[in-house]
């Protein structure tokens, strides 16, 4: 399996557009790993997590060709994890020879309204290109040859915000963004199922600032505390491959304080464009 981050930041980016702090006027500046475009993930070439509005620039930074996507898997409906507008260009006079006829979105109650509203201004045959299915916590769903199971997070209390245990070929991964500290009855479902993670990435938005575990994000202490965890849990082991990820300007995210913030605690922070192997 491979997984490529493509996106790394927080709702507004880094550095954010409208912003004139300290730390986006020196990452203005740096450009590099310290520019972060809002969260994306791709696994092959088939299967992507959340469609920020970034998406476009995703495809053409990393030479991507969005029409072999097949599922697309949302954790919820905040702009900077799902921003269909660009999906209504996939057929007719926008895009021809397309690999896959039919993309799956997979997500919450609120994620399918802000779908409907794209569903809806796509023009012809484009509509007949995508379809929806309800995603419910812990109901595992087959998508080609992944399995995903959706758990539950805090982080809006209007909506059923989902991570994702993502399993396919012998290998499983545990994405999750935007998310405080992880419900005890999540930490107990993982070890009750004896699930074994590859890979581990984890939502890391306050950085260095303070948040508590009722929150509806996590820092450097909180990431650090759920690998403590899943560790205990048996979860994951000294060969699971543990990232931070979904970092905002306010943390001052630039690669080389996360580096040094989190790669003692075995952490590496994402960047944008980092590839991993499994
Ligand atoms: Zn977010
Ligand atoms: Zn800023
Ligand atoms: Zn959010």
Redesign the pocket.
């Known amino acids: 399996m491979k997984f490529k981050f493509l996106g790394t930041g927080a709702?507004e980016g880094f550095p954010a557009m409208y912003c004139g702090c300290a730390y986006c006027e020196a990452a203005r500046k740096s450009g590099g790993k310290d520019w972060r475009t809002r969260s994306q993930a791709m696994i092959d070439e088939d299967f992507l997590i959340d469609y920020p509005s970034d998406s476009f620039i995703h495809a053409m930074q990393y030479r991507l060709r969005m029409d072999s996507v097949k599922y697309i898997f949302v954790?919820?409906s905040?702009l900077?994890?799902f921003a269909p507008e660009d999906a209504t260009m996939r057929g007719l006079a926008f895009a021809h020879n397309i690999r896959e006829p039919l993309v799956t979105v997979y997500g919450n109650e609120a994620v399918k309204k802000v779908y409907d509203r794209a569903h809806e201004i796509m023009i012809g045959k484009i509509k007949d290109g995508y379809t929806y299915r309800l995603l419910k916590a812990y109901e595992p769903v087959q998508a080609g040859e992944y399995t995903v199971i959706p758990l539950p997070v805090r982080?809006?209390p209007n909506e059923n915000?989902y991570i994702f245990v993502i399993r396919k070929g012998g290998r499983t991964i545990l994405y999750g963004?935007?998310t405080g500290m992880l419900y005890e009855e999540v930490f107990e479902y993982l070890k009750e199922q004896k699930i074994y993670f590859d890979m581990v990435s984890l939502d890391c938005t306050m950085v260095e600032n303070p948040v508590s575990d009722e929150g509806?994000h996590m820092g450097v202490d909180g990431v650090v505390r759920v690998k403590a965890r899943l560790l205990e849990n048996k979860n994951a082991d000294g060969r699971t491959k543990f990232f931070a990820n979904h970092f905002s300007h306010n943390g001052n995210p630039t690669q080389e304080r996360l580096e040094k913030l989190l790669l003692p605690h075995g952490i590496m922070p994402a960047y944008d464009g980092l590839e991993v192997e499994l």
Do not use: I
């Open positions: 709702a954790t919820h905040h900077d994890h982080h809006d915000c963004n935007d509806s």
